[in-house]
């Protein structure tokens, strides 16, 4: 089956700018995690959906980030203005039904640089 | 909210030897303990997970071992081949309306030949 794709793989941006990801998780899975990824650290969730609902956005910096799945399948996650410290590798993650423990598969990411 | 924490942040072997990676979490509520190795510049990947009500599980060269009272949970890489370099990252899971999945910070090993 096809994974998670994700795009672009690389974005530079001045801070302040704005950037925009796009994924599309396996068909067929409800769930669908972004994840930010540090340099040197593990995957920190940022916003969970399950179908086109948020269930869970606790860690997402509102004032800056914004994400959206409108039709309950791709997803696309956004910043404005960005900030150095949004440097960063940006996951997607998707799950056949994250109200189970099931495997979440993850995208190739979108590794972005702010300068 | 789940901490986890993973040790060691690196680790080097001889090609042949054993890797143990050790994680802790503070929830005791966590149910689903996965395992994901990370390549330089690749999509991290499942390679084991282990359930709470299972105390250890095997596949091929590499197990999984869990602790639920002491709350920990352990990775074994047997007979280590230069293909086990990467970073490997724990996590622990459990159910708060949906599935909420909290890594550890990461472990680098380096298989020597």
């Known amino acids: 089956e096809a994974g998670v794709a994700q795009s672009p793989r690389y974005k530079i941006i001045e801070k302040r700018q704005s950037v925009a990801f796009w994924c599309n998780p396996i068909s067929g899975h409800a769930t669908l995690y972004w994840y930010q990824q540090i340099l040197g650290q593990g995957p920190k969730l940022l916003i969970q959906?399950?179908?086109?609902?948020?269930?869970?956005d606790s860690q997402l910096p509102k004032d800056r980030f914004s994400a959206e799945r409108l039709k309950g399948v791709d997803s696309t996650l956004k910043i404005q203005p960005a900030k150095l410290e949004d440097s960063a590798v940006y996951l997607c993650?998707?799950?056949?039904?994250?109200?189970?423990?099931?495997?979440?598969?993850f995208g190739p990411g979108t590794r972005l640089t702010v300068l | 909210g789940e901490n986890v924490e993973q040790h060691p942040s690196t680790l080097s072997v001889q090609e042949g030897d054993s890797a143990v990676i050790k994680c802790t979490y503070s929830?005791?509520?966590?149910?689903?303990f996965p395992w994901y190795k990370q390549e330089l510049g690749k999509r991290p990947q499942l390679i084991i997970d282990?359930?709470?009500?299972?105390g250890e599980k095997k596949d091929q060269r590499i197990a999984v071992t869990l602790n639920k009272t002491a709350k920990h949970f352990s990775l074994h890489i047997t007979e280590t081949q230069p293909e086990d370099s990467a970073v490997y990252f724990c996590a622990a899971s459990w159910i708060q309306g949906a599935q909420k999945l909290v890594f550890g910070q990461g472990t680098r090993l380096t298989i020597n030949p």
């Open positions: 282990i359930r709470s009500n299972v």
């Open positions: 993650a998707s799950s056949l039904d994250g109200r189970s423990a099931d495997t979440q598969y």
């Open positions: 959906f399950q179908n086109n609902g948020v269930v869970d």
């Open positions: 929830d005791s509520a966590s149910n689903y």
